[in-house]
């Protein structure tokens, strides 16, 4: 299976400190992306990785790429109350998409 | 701008009655259509995914099927529902090329 894997499966953290995911997967990708889901949702793209890039930044999200490794990280920083959600990491290869187990963050007010 | 309709939101059946969920996208042409199933506080499986008009890719053998009779329509259908045919189904479209994914709500399906 191409599926991904998040790391750790929960995390509960205090406002105001970082959170960092990890994911791994098993194939060659052409990209990967983040989503968040509010329970009961649908997910919601965070950000989107290109095999060729390394890091990359949106606002309080910074995620890294090791295709030599075959992971990637999410680190949300300076963490909010309503960063609380499930986040998923997604691989694709071609038009298909393979989502991993997701870790599900809770940031304590 | 691209919106995605996703109904219903909720749907009771009982086993071995049919199901019918549809998706719809508007605002872009010629988009590449998926549906998954979400077990609870699981990931996301992959059902089927569509290209275009008629062209259907399953993912996984099971007791469901996809059709899409429209540039922007994809249904998702059963002929008799199993108790494991229960979860929370999410229709998401996207672009050609390195593009994101973009989700509906989501129906949660129960089986009685």
């Known amino acids: 299976s191409q599926q991904g894997e998040e790391d750790p499966q929960a995390l509960s953290i205090q406002e105001g400190e970082n959170a960092t995911m990890n994911c791994s997967y098993k194939?060659?990708?052409?990209?990967l992306q983040w989503y968040r889901q509010n329970s009961g949702r649908g997910l919601v793209h965070l950000i989107l990785?290109?095999?060729?890039?390394r890091e990359k930044h949106s606002g309080r999200l910074r995620v890294t790429l090791d295709t030599s490794k075959k992971s990637s990280s999410l680190l949300i920083t300076a963490s909010r109350a309503a960063d609380t959600a499930s986040y998923f990491c997604?691989?694709?290869?071609?038009?298909?998409?393979?989502f991993g187990t997701g870790t599900s963050l809770t940031v304590i007010p | 701008s691209q919106t995605i309709h996703q109904w219903p939101a909720t749907l009771v059946q009982p086993v071995g009655s049919p199901l019918s969920l549809e998706c719809t996208v508007e605002?872009?042409?010629?988009?590449?259509l998926y549906w998954y199933r979400q077990a609870a506080g699981r990931g996301l499986q992959l059902l089927f995914y569509?290209?275009?008009?008629?062209?259907i890719s399953s993912e996984v053998p099971q007791n469901l099927s996809a059709s899409r009779p429209q540039d922007r329509q994809f249904i998702l259908s059963s002929k008799k529902l199993l108790l494991s045919d229960s979860g929370f189904y999410l229709c998401?479209?996207?672009?050609?090329?390195?593009?994101?994914?973009?989700f509906g709500d989501g129906t949660r399906l129960s089986i009685l």
């Open positions: 998401a479209w996207r672009g050609d090329g390195n593009q994101p994914q973009h």
């Open positions: 194939t060659s990708i052409n990209n």
């Open positions: 990785i290109r095999s060729n890039e």
């Open positions: 997604a691989t694709a290869a071609g038009n298909q998409f393979y």
């Open positions: 605002g872009t042409s010629n988009p590449n």
């Open positions: 569509s290209v275009g008009i008629g062209q």
